[in-house]
């Protein structure tokens, strides 16, 4: 038997995506899910047709009967003193009644639901629409943006805009609740609040999101707020048991509040009570910048604020035609080279990786994309971080000679030895992909970070930017308020360690999460065995 060539395309698409989980790490394997969807579209609508055909031929037997049984029943006997129509009557009875009962019996599902059923168990999961969902609160939080622009979709760059539901803006919601994040919860709930109240037509109801609204509000202690919407709740519905236990409650707790508040300010205006006027005349200490935690300073140069690069530092970056040292590969055609920062030193190499080769990386990578892992400090065990959201894979040059061109191109480029580099790593993130905070290298308290691999520490990065990214997506450095936009084509390199072979600690740097669009970008981990005459030893530690 041969099979629909659409059947053909919906096999080869369950193939590719029956190896892998966790779509919502990877935009780019979740573009898979979209000819997933088109395949079962396609299905459906051939179900609709079937549907369609069975309809009409049932219509026109009941037009025709209707027709015959009205001439019939005008003169009934005259009718079938007729032996044709007698005749037919009987056969219609006993045959044609029996053969349309057939046809409104038949089941034109089969294919549609078999098909369903194939790609059902690789459909993303309960996992997949969490880690969505909080990717956008994520992404709401790093970027600040309130519900209502990101419910409209206009956000920075975007090319294909779309709308929330009051359902969607709901669902936010509820997966915040359960992560016991009320802050967001009410965010959300407000928001499909404000949506049904405009207007927009939903099957969820008012006292629903109140119901959520009020308690949220209650969490973060607000209860006059939580009071007020649970008020409203009762307006619209009178009999709700827990509303009306909540406004007994709320009304207990701000009388208790009132009145703890009128003894504090009688405690205060006795002179006698010198504790209490201490208190009180306390000054408030200053937050020095110097003490911002390092996720604000991240989210901030996320933002593009905070960064610390003054005029007078700028002034001593440049550009300049490279060919380290006279390298016979670039004295005739030298790479375009500029500065990106000064402490610690991050270059960029401009147009270092072709259109055609961008491709053919992606290319290779797609199918042994897998999700992204770190090594547990305390076990050493690789595992999955919510801060790490991304899928990468491993390339060499077995897998395409290109790969071995590449790798050439970043010794000749850096002068370090290529031998004992880890693999090119390849990495796409996923809604709302980041790689928050961490060192390459391996500090003083993980001595054997690296000690399978036999090389050393990693003495080097090197990272291209394989897309460019219409919003968000850059690799910052907090603790010195640098921040690196993703460009194609481009690569930016900087050393982890000092020639000391002590880690340069202002190396710690993040993957800010992208906001809009899909970030590619692949990076070689340099280590130190190999360099020993190639970055000579320094004298002092941090020479």
């Known amino acids: 038997m041969e099979l629909p060539c659409w059947c053909l395309l919906l096999l080869s698409c369950l193939q590719s995506l029956s190896a892998h989980d966790d779509f919502f790490t990877s935009i780019g394997q979740m573009t898979d899910l979209l000819y997933t969807e088109k395949d079962l579209v396609t299905s459906l609508k051939d179900y609709i047709k079937a549907e369609e055909n069975k309809l009409e031929r049932v219509k026109q037997w009941a037009d025709k009967l209707e027709s015959l049984s009205a001439t019939a029943i005008q003169d009934p006997e005259g009718f079938l003193g007729h032996p044709v129509n007698a005749f037919k009557l009987m056969k219609r009875l006993n045959t044609e009644w029996g053969d349309l009962e057939s046809l409104v019996l038949s089941d034109t599902t089969d294919g549609f639901i078999s098909n369903l059923t194939i790609q059902r168990q690789y459909f993303p999961t309960n996992e997949d629409q969490t880690g969505a969902a909080k990717a956008l609160l994520r992404l709401q939080d790093t970027y600040r943006l309130d519900a209502n622009t990101i419910s409209t979709g206009d956000l920075p760059g975007v090319k294909y805009k779309s709308l929330m539901t009051v359902e969607d803006c709901y669902e936010l919601g509820k997966i915040a609740y359960s992560d016991v994040d009320y802050y967001h919860t009410e965010l959300w709930m407000a928001q499909a609040l404000r949506q049904l109240a405009e ?86 200490k200053k937050v020095s910048n110097k003490l911002i935690p390092e996720r604000k300073k991240y989210e901030m140069l996320c933002r593009g604020e905070g960064n610390r690069m003054t005029p007078r530092r700028q002034s001593r970056l440049f550009c300049r035609y490279y060919d380290n040292n006279h390298n016979p590969k670039y004295v005739l055609a030298p790479v375009k080279q500029q500065d990106e920062w000064d402490r610690p030193y991050i270059v960029r190499y401009l147009d270092i990786l072709s259109d055609g080769e961008i491709e ?165 981990w340099i280590h130190e065995r190999g360099q020993e005459w190639r970055r000579p030893c320094g004298i002092n530690e941090t020479d």
Request: hydrophobic share 35%; aromatic share 10%; net charge negative.
């Open 199 to 284: 207007g927009e037509e939903s099957t969820l109801d008012k006292v629903t999101l109140l119901d959520y609204l009020s308690y949220s509000i209650y969490q973060q202690g607000e209860i006059k707020r939580a009071l007020e919407y649970t008020k409203q709740l009762l307006e619209l519905d009178p009999e709700h048991q827990r509303a009306n236990g909540n406004l007994k409650y709320f009304e207990f707790q701000l009388e208790k509040q009132k009145k703890a508040a009128e003894d504090l300010t009688k405690k205060q205006k006795d002179p006698g009570n010198k504790e209490t006027a201490e208190k009180t005349e306390k000054p408030k």
């Open 360 to 524: 053919r990386i992606k290319q290779l990578a797609k199918p042994r994309l897998r999700r992204a892992t770190i090594s547990n400090p305390i076990t050493g065990v690789l595992e999955t971080a919510s801060y790490r959201i991304s899928k990468s894979a491993w390339l060499t040059g077995y897998e395409d000679p290109m790969i071995d061109t590449i790798n050439q191109r970043i010794e000749d480029l850096t002068g370090l030895e290529m031998d004992t580099a880890e693999e090119l790593q390849v990495a796409n993130y996923g809604v709302g992909g980041q790689y928050e905070p961490h060192f390459d290298f391996g500090r003083k308290d993980e001595p054997d970070a690296f000690k399978e691999l036999g090389t050393g520490n990693r003495i080097a990065t090197w990272l291209f930017y394989m897309s460019d990214v219409a919003a968000g997506g850059a690799t910052v450095f907090p603790d010195v308020g640098a921040a690196v936009w993703p460009q194609k084509g481009t690569a930016v390199f900087w050393y982890n360690l000092f020639p000391s072979g002590e880690g340069d600690y202002s190396t710690r740097h993040a993957a800010c999460p992208v906001l809009v669009g899909n970030k590619w970008v692949s990076n070689k």
